[in-house]
């Protein structure tokens, strides 16, 4: 398994540009800079999953277990960041319009990806004789529960979704209080799905950095006029937040600390950016393809674990599991755009003129 860490890091070499010590990357937190991050996570977390249907069986596996350990659920934290950041970005650029579509264009378009995902397993299931209970197969069309797919960060989105478009509605354009009442409403979430869900940890101890992403276009203007002042201070706050994010590590077992511990990856992610631009074909099409990639790819993975040939072979397991998840992938995304331009896309034609 640490091959294909290797593998990735090839990748992430390949096309990328590291700044001197008087320039920095401006485009940092540009859409394609950001896709092309959230590309190398995406893979962390097929790597991740792959290792719930494979059994280490060697020192070079027991090393990339020892990185998962390490990482836990930090390989999901810039999907939330980069989410916050991204809608803050357009409530600024859309206003008012942007927030009264969110319903539609988030929200329900969301649940409908997801539900039509779920209609794949729901047909997989069926095929393979796996038994679905009906109520467990309702509450999967939420995210609360699953059929074989992964679930809890897309409940999670979904509920955050809401909590935006609450704040952003009830303030109107009274932009950081309804930046406060979205993170009120996120650490809601928290204490309950904490305190009476019976969920693990990882349902909620990394929702609150979607806010952080939030805050983070809030202020962008001001953090970039400290940050890039010159390398001295940079690399001060870089040494600053890495010794806080390391300290966090070791004392990350109340929630709380887990969830400081994420906060901090994710400015040491885009500290390092600032510095560092990362981008190639490969990784703007995992970026461009989250959703699907992250749904789809325990798909697959149950399938070939049936054959014992593909199996017993981890590269070869690795490798078309992988492979099924890009043409999953490619022909789901095809489709929902497609899709997406008939339900949400319309607009209305211009009256015909008579004479």
Known sequence: MILFIVLLALVCVYGMKI?????????????????????????????????????????YDMQYKEIRLFLGQLVVVMFFFYSGYGIYE????????????????????????????LLLYFIRNLIMGVHMKPAQVLLSLFGWDCIGNSNWFMFAVLLLYVAVYLSFIV???????????TTVLTGVYVILMHKFSGKEQYWYN???????????????????SIVMKNNIVYHGILVAVFAAFMYAHYNKLPFVIYTMWT?????????????????????????????????????????????DEIASNRY??????????????ELFDRGTAALDKVLFDRK???AKQTS
């Not at 303030?171 to 009442?181: E, G, P, T, Y």
């Not at 070869?316 to 992938?329: C, E, G, P």
């Open 19 to 59: 700044y001197g010590p008087k320039e920095f990357n401006q485009d940092y937190i540009s859409r394609n800079n950001t896709t092309a991050v959230k590309g190398i996570f995406v893979f962390l977390v097929f790597m991740s999953h792959f290792l719930q249907y494979y059994t280490p069986i060697d020192s």
């Open 90 to 117: 357009s409530v600024k650029r859309k206003g008012t319009g942007y927030i009264k579509s969110f319903p539609v264009h988030r929200i329900l378009k969301t649940l409908l990806h997801l539900d039509l995902a």
């Open 171 to 181: 303030f109107r354009k009274q932009n950081f209080l309804a930046l406060v009442a």
């Open 206 to 224: 990394t929702v609150m950095c979607l806010p952080l992403g939030m805050y983070y276009s809030f202020f962008k203007e001001k953090i970039n």
């Open 263 to 307: 906060l901090l990856f994710t400015l040491l992610v885009v500290l390092v950016t600032m510095k560092v631009n990362i981008g190639n074909k490969i990784l703007y099409w995992l970026g461009n393809h989250v959703f699907s990639v992250y749904i789809l790819q325990r798909f697959p993975m149950a399938i070939f674990r049936r054959f």
């Open 316 to 329: 070869l397991f690795f490798v078309l599991s992988l492979v099924a998840t890009v043409i999953m992938s």
């Open 348 to 350: 209305k034609k211009p």
